[in-house]
């Protein structure tokens, strides 16, 4: 089972700076281990630091307290506002992520769509195939779904949005975000 975690920081952004470190630590351990599915930072278009999405394995509410539990962001009190959101992620033609030994890329590379709405992820399996979309996750708990693709600016995410069957009548929320590569496990059907 899979749950994701939006959460978003305080108003002190010298929080984030000071766990950083300890946070980038954990996370490379935590997807070693396969407790991270997949973990970003939310950030504003300009390109600021407003959070985090991290995707984990967790069987149920006592998975998500032990990931929080050894989280610096959340220990540390960067994160304020949390929600946990249980997640059903769909075989898809994935793309393989880059190996953890990659270079971090510069500046924005992806945009994370939290989707509020009816969706039928099946019909994105073009898009993972041809490597736009790195990961999609229905929510579980009402409908809609969390979306992880390479539109490297917020007019190019918002044009495929309003042009896509499958988003057009769900109210999303959107972030740019950077991918850092991690020794993650490979999502279900990736090649």
Do not use: N
Not at 16 to 43: D, K, W, Y
Not at 137 to 145: K, Q, S
Request: proline share 9%; hydrophobic share 50%; with cysteine.
């Amino acid at each position: 089972m899979a749950y994701a975690i939006i959460a978003f920081d305080g108003p002190d952004p010298s929080r984030r700076a000071a766990a950083r470190e300890r946070h980038i630590a954990s996370i490379v351990v935590m997807a070693r281990e396969g407790t991270l599915l997949l973990g970003l930072p939310l950030h504003g278009a300009e390109g600021r630091s407003l959070g985090s999405l991290m995707v984990i394995d967790a069987q149920d509410q006592g998975g998500v307290d032990a990931y929080l539990a050894r989280e610096p962001f959340a220990t540390g009190g960067v994160w304020q506002d949390i929600a946990c959101r249980k997640l059903r992620i769909p075989t898809l033609p994935w793309r393989p992520w880059p190996a953890a030994a990659a270079p971090m890329p510069p500046g924005r590379g992806h945009s994370i769509v939290i989707a509020a709405g009816a969706t039928d992820l099946a019909r994105l399996a073009p898009m993972a195939e041809a490597g736009g979309l790195i990961f999609a996750a229905e929510t579980l708990d009402t409908p809609g779904a969390i979306l992880v693709t390479t539109h490297r600016d917020d007019a190019a995410a918002r044009a495929w949005l309003a042009g896509e069957p499958v988003l057009r009548h769900a109210t999303v929320a959107l972030h740019a975000t950077l991918f850092r590569p991690l020794a993650y496990r490979p999502l279900p059907g990736m090649g």
